[in-house]
């Protein structure tokens, strides 16, 4: 059976910078836009070799804003990857969209090049809050879109929503799920709010004004108990789906399978080596256009990292692990992790169904502490068991050297 790939597309781009935004944006840059797309026209191109080795089944554009983008660039991005990948026909392809940047006629030309899934910024039902982060519409424009988006034939829409945010109460959540989920989405992701330093946030992290982790921790298992009665099965810690229309492309972060990205920041999983695209828009485009460097950061990943993705990555997840995959991506005992989970499962934070381990959603809600206790065990086994090839599974050196230039990427990649 051939190997699947996944590919992502960042669309650094967007109207303006939201406050709680961590992620690589370029608001305000616009004039950048039209070189910024014949460089991710062209890396698509050259990484046509190493994409062709694949069947790929999801496409996957971030940002950024892709929608304030525009659907035409979208479309011919979209065909570049027609033109060079191995694109399945049933492949998942998901745009993220903010309400306000899109129209009727752009889902409608989008809808037709390909696309079938949307990810749509909701975020909250209070326009007050909406107003405050600096997003750009109101709740009334979000479910204009999600009626839109239906209108065009998207029988696959998502939306986010986000907890923790300043001056949101628990009757202001409780009211953002109900509406939400009276838009009939296929998928709901629920986000808590994390300040990371950069960030608009970053000087009110200590505001009276924002959430107690208390408040935080009610209002997340509101949402797991409430979009349960509404339908959605919650697969993963932060997202929730009615029947099959689970995220596949974030899935595969998830289970460790293999995923490409183009665009600045973009990150890459493939043959067991990791690497990230610099995340400067300008270096970028500069590096493309002059057979440069574009990797930033690159890492060969060990059995043991493999293995202790695995876990962390699992156990996000409703599927949760299991002994035998642990054993197959890294031969090491599973006593003491085993040890771990039955103490979970006596407080009521873990469950095994079936010879599959996973975490209740109050396990979830310590996921970040129980997760790294589980690392723990790990790292006492493999000091327990203590066999010459585990302890030559050392942690590595940064790969980075390897990728002096594109070109030697592009090559590493040919026959996978």
Avoid at 6 to 11: A, E, M, P, T, V
Avoid at 75 to 90: F, G, H, S, V, Y
Avoid at 193 to 213: N, Q
Avoid at 266 to 271: L, V
Wanted: hydrophobic fraction near 35%; glycine fraction near 8%; charge should be negative.
């Amino acid at each position: 059976m051939e190997k699947r790939l996944g590919i992502y597309l960042h669309i650094p781009f967007c109207a303006g910078r939201c406050a709680y935004c961590d992620f690589y944006t370029c608001a305000g840059r616009d004039q950048l836009i039209p070189a910024y797309q014949k460089a991710l026209l062209q890396h698509i191109s050259e990484a046509r070799p190493q994409i062709r080795g694949y069947l790929t089944d999801t496409v996957y554009f971030g940002g950024g804003t892709p929608s304030y983008y525009g659907a035409e660039r979208l479309c011919e991005l979209l065909e570049a990857i027609k033109e060079n990948a191995r694109l399945l026909i049933d492949s998942e392809i998901t745009a993220e969209v903010n309400p306000g940047t899109i129209t009727y006629a752009q889902l409608r030309k989008m809808r037709k090049s390909g696309f079938n899934r949307l990810s749509i910024g909701v975020q909250s039902a209070n326009d007050g809050i909406l107003r405050s982060q600096g997003r750009k519409h109101t709740f009334a424009q979000a479910a204009e879109a999600v009626r839109q988006a239906r209108l065009a034939g998207f029988d696959n829409i998502s939306c986010d929503i986000i907890y923790g945010l300043p001056s949101q109460t628990r009757e202001d959540w409780a009211d953002t799920v109900m509406r939400v989920a009276a838009l009939k989405p296929d998928h709901i992701s629920c986000y808590g709010l994390k300040i990371a330093e950069g960030t608009p946030l970053w000087p009110y992290r200590d505001s009276p004004f924002l959430p107690d982790g208390d408040t935080q921790a009610d209002m997340y298992l509101y949402a797991v108990e409430a979009l349960s009665r509404y339908g959605y099965h919650q697969y993963e810690i932060s997202n929730f789906a009615v029947r099959n229309k689970e995220s596949r492309h974030n899935l595969k972060y998830w289970t460790g399978m293999d995923y490409i990205g183009f665009g600045a920041a973009a990150h890459s999983f493939m043959g067991g080596l990791r690497y990230s695209n610099t995340a400067d828009v300008e270096k970028y485009i500069a590096a493309v256009n002059e057979g440069g460097n574009i990797v930033d950061y690159s890492e060969e990943i060990s059995g043991f990292e493999r293995g202790s993705e695995y876990l962390m990555l699992g156990l996000r997840t409703a599927r949760g692990i299991t002994e035998r995959e642990y054993r197959e991506i890294y031969p090491c005992s599973f006593a003491l992790i085993r040890r771990q989970l039955e103490e979970f499962r006596l407080n009521g934070w873990a469950l095994e169904t079936g010879g599959r381990w996973h975490f209740t959603p109050r396990g979830l809600l310590l996921s970040n502490v129980l997760i790294g206790e589980i690392l723990d065990a790990q790292a006492k086994q493999r000091e327990i068991d203590g066999t010459p090839w585990l302890n030559n599974d050392k942690e590595p050196e940064s790969q980075y050297s390897m990728f002096a230039d594109r070109t030697e990427t592009v090559q590493m990649f040919r026959g996978i």
